[in-house]
């Protein structure tokens, strides 16, 4: 919509108090009228008044449960806002800011209106806005620019989903924001999408003695964050996700009134029978029941897909070398730092080196610098004792640094630790203990220390945003991960990443010409991207599949192009570059399809494919 028919329902609703069809959504015009009922002034530019350390931090520990649970995907949203100029935010069922993480840029620009820890966003106060009005409207909902109810929040464009319990509580709000001059277009997807695994993950435990219902109408959705969940307590729905409801045709309300009988047609035996339902307006649903009834063994394909971290890795011979060189040093007690791009399985090698190390048996903490809020990093790495200070959880907590004692400590996106934090940690590295905050007396802690990062903190040293005391300290020993267009064996690792993830017991292969084409793209976002693009390729078949080009995301079907690596060779004349040059431009014509760029150029698939790979 543009900002000139924003400005135009603006003018209208302020002047005469109506909006001409069209010009807003009708989310924004509901709320622009709770507004002026309010009594709130639009032209108006004064700012939230900010809690009290001592309210915050009292409303900070209640939500600590909540904070933690959203913990992965909040980090999992942060790259995406950086990549945007923009800031995750994480707020309570109040509309009170816990966390805010992000572009610092912009982070500083949203500080100027309030946005930020310990500011209450709801509608009452602040108006118009994406966090209060998803909280009013109990729902997903973008709010641009001018459509902010005051004016001085029209540098805004927000994008906030509520986060519900089972029992339909408003946990809190999830809200990705940015300047109001850039259209973030995926930001509501993304939010969206990151309330409901929050939700999803909700459902693993607290009922274990009911009977939780998994439905869907798409047979690949079972299993993931987007199917239905309904939970039964002696035939009486006791529980429900968004999604479930959605299916059944009912909403929270609906929460221990409705009976079995009221919402099916058939029993509980059909659908572990034939994992299949039918409502009681006899509209078809496919599912599966967990908890006291045996699920039905027909779905036991829909099982939860294994995570990224969880998957076994796949290293090649130099990747081994490095690994065993780092496991030495670790148990020599020499900190280790791991330096790569973005996706090229840092943790998962750091996890690698801990199992195999002599530490196996004991803590492996890993920390995400970038992720962790700056007002509670301190807490969260060193601790607190019970009164350190206001709101302080009673009994104190240990913090990540005494929770790694006997084991490995991995400080991921370690470049981003603030200045202040570097001091400390240097100091708990020298003496070999740690001073929780509000604390009188040391406490020993002896782990080994493995650090990560995709910044070259050598410059980030010479710019003074990085101590080179603390750098020496904790880079004694750098090993680099290589990214993957330059492995060798693409091919293999795809092969057995496709494994890994259970394609064998779903009995889904792929064919020679997509497994190819995988093997040809430069996988930008490396490791992280590879395992993405085949777990969605493995969630949207069905068992027995077999997988052509077509089933390959947009990106990888039409940007498949191959980059020469350390172990690949380069062309070995000029004429043998210009023929490579020729084969890849007909392999971009023919939109990634090997055996059609083969057949353009009168040679063979597999003569195509292998010159192409060897440089000729």
């Not at 108090?17 to 010009?23: A, D, I, M, R, S």
């Not at 009912?250 to 009976?259: H, S, T, Y």
């Not at 350190?388 to 991995?410: M, N």
């Not at 059609?596 to 009168?602: F, S």
Request: some cysteine; hydrophobic content about 40%; proline content about 5%.
């Amino acid at each position: 919509m543009s900002s000139d028919k924003i400005l135009y329902a603006r003018q209208s609703f302020f002047s005469n108090g109506q909006v001409p069809g069209g010009l807003v959504p009708q989310s924004i015009l509901r709320s622009w009228k709770r507004c002026a009922a309010l009594g709130l002034e639009g032209r108006t530019n004064s700012l939230p008044e900010p809690l009290t350390a001592y309210e915050f931090a009292a409303s900070a520990e209640k939500a600590e449960a909540f904070r933690r649970l959203c913990r992965p995907e909040v980090e999992a949203l942060y790259a995406d806002a950086e990549a945007t100029d923009s800031i995750v935010i994480l707020t309570d069922p109040q509309g009170l800011v816990l966390d805010t993480i992000g572009s610092v840029d912009f982070a500083q620009r949203a500080a100027q209106v309030a946005l930020r820890p310990g500011v209450p966003w709801s509608e009452r106060i602040v108006g118009t806005n994406a966090i209060g009005t998803a909280l009013a409207e109990r729902g997903p909902i973008e709010v641009r620019g001018a459509e902010h109810y005051l004016e001085c929040n029209r540098i805004l464009s927000c994008s906030a989903s509520p986060i519900f319990g089972p029992h339909g509580e408003v946990l809190g709000v999830l809200d990705l924001s940015g300047p109001a001059d850039v259209h973030h277009a995926h930001a509501l997807g993304l939010v969206r999408l990151a309330a409901e695994q929050i939700e999803h993950r909700l459902f693993e435990k607290d009922f274990e003695q009911a009977d939780l219902v998994r439905i869907h109408t798409d047979p690949a959705m079972l299993g993931t964050a987007r199917e239905g969940i309904l939970v039964f307590e002696n035939g009486r729905l006791k529980a429900a996700n968004r999604h479930g409801l959605m299916l059944i045709g009912r909403d929270f309300n609906a929460l221990g009134k409705a009976a079995w009988a009221d919402l099916f047609q058939n029993g509980v035996a059909a659908l572990s029978d034939s994992g299949r339902l039918r409502r009681a307006d006899g509209a078809p649903l496919l599912g599966r029941i967990d908890g006291k009834t045996k699920p039905h063994p027909s779905l036991t394909h829909t099982a939860r897909p294994v995570p990224p971290t969880q998957i076994k890795p796949i290293f090649d011979e130099e990747t081994e070398k490095s690994l065993s060189r780092t496991i030495r040093l670790l148990d020599a007690d020499v900190p280790v730092l791991v330096w790569g791009e973005t996706g090229t399985g840092k943790e998962i090698f750091a996890r690698a080196a801990h199992q195999r190390g002599a530490r196996s048996g004991k803590p492996f903490i890993a920390v995400n610098c970038a992720a962790l809020p700056e007002t509670l990093m301190e807490a969260e790495l060193f601790g607190y004792r019970t009164g350190a200070f206001t709101g302080a959880r009673q009994g104190g907590s240990k913090g990540y640094l005494r929770e790694a004692d006997g084991g490995i400590l991995f400080l991921d996106e370690i470049g981003d630790m603030p200045l202040a934090l570097q001091t400390r940690l240097l100091r708990v590295l020298q003496e070999r203990e740690v001073a929780p905050l509000g604390g009188s007396r040391s406490i020993p802690v002896d782990f080994t220390l493995i650090c990560a990062t995709n910044r070259n903190l050598a410059d980030l040293v010479k710019a003074g945003s990085f101590r080179s005391d603390l750098y020496f300290r904790i880079a004694q020993y750098t090993i680099e991960l290589k990214p993957l267009r330059t492995r060798a064996d693409r091919e293999q690792l795809i092969d057995a990443v496709w494994t890994s993830l259970g394609a064998s017991q779903r009995r889904v292969t792929m064919e020679d010409e997509c497994q190819h084409n995988l093997a040809l793209y430069d996988w930008p976002g490396n490791f992280r991207q590879l395992v993405g693009c085949l777990r969605a390729m493995l969630a949207l078949c069905e068992p027995g599949d077999r997988l052509g080009v077509d089933a390959l995301p947009l990106d990888v079907k039409s940007g498949a192009t191959i980059t020469a690596g350390p172990d690949m060779p380069q062309p070995s004349s000029t004429l043998d570059a210009v023929t490579v040059n020729i084969m890849r431009n007909s392999l971009q014509a023919s939109g990634g399809n090997v055996s059609l760029a083969a057949r353009n150029l009168g040679v063979s698939r597999s003569t195509f494919y292998r010159r192409l790979r060897g440089g000729i």
